[in-house]
C-alpha cells in the first residue's frame, strides 16, 4: 500500500503561484509514476502532470508552459509548481501514485483562484 499526503493548496489571485507538495510513504518501490489531477466542480477529474521514475514529463496543453512538475526520491515527495494561474485553474488538487497493477491517490487539496 501507498499513502500519499497533499499540502499547499489555497487562494491565490489571477496570475499569482502556488507550490503544492504530495508527501508519499509506505510501499515507495512499486511506485512506476506520480503525478498530479484535479477536479473542479461538476466535471470529470483530469491529468495535470505527471513524472515517471526515469524524470520524463507529460503535461495537458491548459498547463503546459505554467505548471512544472518535480520529483525528489530521496525524499519521496513530488511538487506541482503553479504559474501564471487562472480561475479556470480552481479545482480540488489530487496527488496520485501509479504502480503495475493499482492507482494511489490522496485526499485532495482545494485551489481557489480568484480576486
Known amino acids: 500500500q501507498v499513502q500519499l499526503v497533499e499540502s499547499g493548496g489555497g487562494l491565490v489571485q489571477p496570475g499569482g503561484s502556488l507550490r503544492l507538495s504530495c508527501a508519499a510513504s509506505?510501499?515507495?518501490?512499486?511506485?512506476?509514476?506520480m503525478g498530479w489531477y484535479r477536479q473542479a466542480p461538476g466535471k470529470q477529474r483530469e491529468l495535470v502532470a505527471v513524472?515517471?521514475?526515469?524524470?520524463?514529463?507529460n503535461y495537458p496543453d491548459s498547463v503546459k508552459g505554467r505548471f512544472t512538475i518535480s520529483r525528489d526520491n530521496a525524499k519521496n515527495t513530488v511538487d506541482l509548481q503553479m504559474n501564471s494561474l487562472k480561475p479556470e485553474d480552481t479545482a480540488v488538487y489530487y496527488c496520485?501514485?501509479?504502480?503495475?497493477?493499482?492507482?494511489?491517490w490522496g485526499k485532495g487539496t482545494l485551489v481557489t483562484v480568484s480576486s
Open positions: 496520485n501514485a501509479r504502480s503495475l497493477s493499482k492507482d494511489y
Open positions: 509506505g510501499s515507495i518501490h512499486s511506485i512506476a509514476a
Open positions: 513524472i515517471t521514475n526515469g524524470g520524463r514529463t
